[in-house]
């Protein structure tokens, strides 16, 4: 599958912003989700995994922050990030693998170019 982001941009710190992934083909029911970041010389984080039952999880550093959905009819994973700090900053990325009988593995095998979130304090 291929993936797309968008949405990413300069905000000050409590700001809000909405990332975008599109795929190629459907993705509920048939690819778990992820939007993973990595920011300048740390280690890339998982930031919101979708699971094989539809239920989210979300890295602890962002709950009740970030929301993430999925747009059926646009093959769409969408990001609502809120309360935006300066250790957001980072580029996100979103990651796909096909959905098995046995769930999701978090062996991601697509991935998109990423896009670029800048939060100022």
């Known amino acids: 599958v291929h993936l797309v982001e968008s949405g990413g941009g300069a905000v000050q710190a409590g700001g809000s912003l909405t990332l975008s992934c599109v795929a190629s083909?459907?993705?509920?029911?048939?690819?778990?989700m992820a939007w993973f970041r990595q920011a300048a010389g740390k280690e890339r984080e998982a930031v919101v995994s979708?699971?094989?039952?539809?239920?989210?999880r979300y890295a602890d550093s962002v709950k009740g922050r970030f929301t993430a959905s999925q747009n059926t009819g646009k093959n769409t994973l969408r990001l609502q990030m809120n309360s935006l700090k300066p250790e957001d900053t980072a580029t996100y990325y979103c990651?796909?693998?096909?959905?098995?009988?046995?769930?999701?593995?978090?062996?991601?095998?697509?991935w998109g170019q990423g896009t670029q979130v800048t939060v100022s304090s």
């Open positions: 083909e459907p993705i509920i029911r048939n690819y778990c």
């Open positions: 990651a796909a693998e096909p959905l098995s009988l046995l769930g999701c593995d978090e062996m991601y095998n697509s």
């Open positions: 979708t699971q094989g039952d539809g239920t989210i």
